[in-house]
């Protein structure tokens, strides 16, 4: 692998650990050995840029199967984007399948209106 802070991030995760990246910066959701930690301390700085620019092409990939799946819906997109805000992520990821996704599009086309309008 020829970016040695990907190698670094794969080390990290492949003892189980996962990076948490916040405001506060990045930690990890569990201990783990000290010379890897060591490794992450003195390249936090490159590894949460990394981490950030993957985060940005997640999230692009996510509005990207967001969009093709609303294709064809009667919806307005900023509004499904917005209601859909926190799963984008999931859907960039590939945590969400896109049938998934164009499931849930069609539940917020046709279903959520009448069930909105009820409250």
């Known amino acids: 692998m020829s970016n040695p802070v990907?190698?670094?991030i794969n080390d990290i995760t492949a003892?189980?650990?996962r990076f948490v990246l916040d405001a506060d910066g990045?930690?990890?959701?569990?201990i783990i050995p000290d010379d890897l930690l060591e490794l992450a301390r003195q390249h936090k700085f490159a590894i949460k840029r990394e981490l950030e620019a993957q985060q940005a092409v997640i999230r692009a990939e996510g509005i990207?199967?967001?969009k093709v799946a609303a294709?064809?819906?009667?919806?307005?997109?900023p509004e499904l984007q917005a209601f859909f805000e926190g799963d984008i992520h999931d859907f960039g990821s590939g945590g969400v399948s896109p049938a998934g996704i164009r499931k849930a599009c069609e539940w917020f086309a046709y279903v959520y209106p009448a069930?909105?309008?009820?409250?």
């Open 71 to 77: 294709h064809g819906l009667p919806l307005d997109f």
């Open 64 to 66: 990207r199967l967001l």
């Open 15 to 17: 003892t189980g650990a």
């Open 26 to 30: 990045v930690g990890l959701d569990r």
């Open 6 to 8: 990907m190698q670094i």
């Open 115 to 119: 069930w909105r309008a009820q409250q």
